[in-house]
């Protein structure tokens, strides 16, 4: 089973940030945060990755609070093209990925 | 740098027929996994290979198998196909195993048993 929690669905306006939360209040100290999205029947695509500390790239930035128990990935200016679902995936040491759910992002016009 | 590519892009099976999906991975990598996808769901882990050996797998029946070869492309192959083997089919390769090495996804097979 997942060891995460999202919301089912949100909707964000275009140009404004998207902040996508997650909970994962049972990861342990050496399990990473992945985040994944997938649009419509399209392979997952990397987004982005973390341990503790904010982490930051040219698509997202992740942002994870000190006790590790949630965290938010938040695209800055949402565009048409970032309606996807979201995977948040908390992924222990050797282990291969375990995807819930999601989130479905609606970038609104 | 080649992405992950998958062959074919869609199948169409009848029930109790064999189907072999194909995968090469991302140049550099030698890990591949296999996933499945079920519409509506999230991917579900079926297995993954290191070097050519399997090296772990998810509650998935013995009919689904897999080859790794030389150059690191595979295969999954499925027996004795089930309707409800109607799914994605998702290859996603790795430069290795280490528990920080992020999984790259190619574009999928889409499988339809009738």
């Known amino acids: 089973d997942a060891k995460t929690t999202q919301p089912t669905s949100m909707d964000c306006a275009e140009g404004r940030a998207a902040n996508l939360p997650c909970n994962h209040s049972?990861?342990?100290?050496?399990?990473?945060v992945y985040w994944y999205r997938q649009i419509h029947s399209q392979g997952p695509q990397y987004i982005i990755h973390?341990?503790?500390n904010n982490e930051t790239n040219e698509m997202a930035s992740l942002i994870i609070t000190e006790d590790r128990k949630s965290s938010t990935l938040i695209l800055p200016h949402a565009t048409l093209r970032d309606t996807a679902v979201y995977y948040c995936?908390?992924?222990?040491?050797?282990?291969?990925?375990?995807f819930g759910p999601g989130t479905r992002l609606s970038v609104l016009p | 740098e080649t992405g992950v590519t998958q062959s074919p892009t869609h199948l169409i099976k009848t029930r109790g027929q064999q189907v072999t999906l194909r995968c090469s991975s991302q140049?550099?990598?030698?890990?591949v996994s296999w996933y499945q996808q079920a519409l509506g769901q999230g991917p579900q882990f079926i297995f993954q290979?290191?070097?050519?050996?399997?090296?772990g797998r998810g509650n998935f029946p013995p009919r689904f198998s897999g080859l790794q070869f030389p150059n690191y492309s595979s295969e999954l192959n499925v027996n004795a196909l089930e309707l409800d083997d109607s799914a994605l089919y998702l290859c996603a390769s790795s430069p290795g195993m280490g528990s920080t090495d992020t999984q790259y996804f190619g574009p999928g097979t889409r499988l339809t048993v009738l």
């Open positions: 290979y290191y070097r050519e050996e399997e090296n």
């Open positions: 995936i908390v992924r222990p040491p050797g282990q291969n990925f375990v």
């Open positions: 140049s550099g990598h030698n890990t």
């Open positions: 049972t990861i342990s100290g050496n399990e990473y």
């Open positions: 973390g341990l503790k």
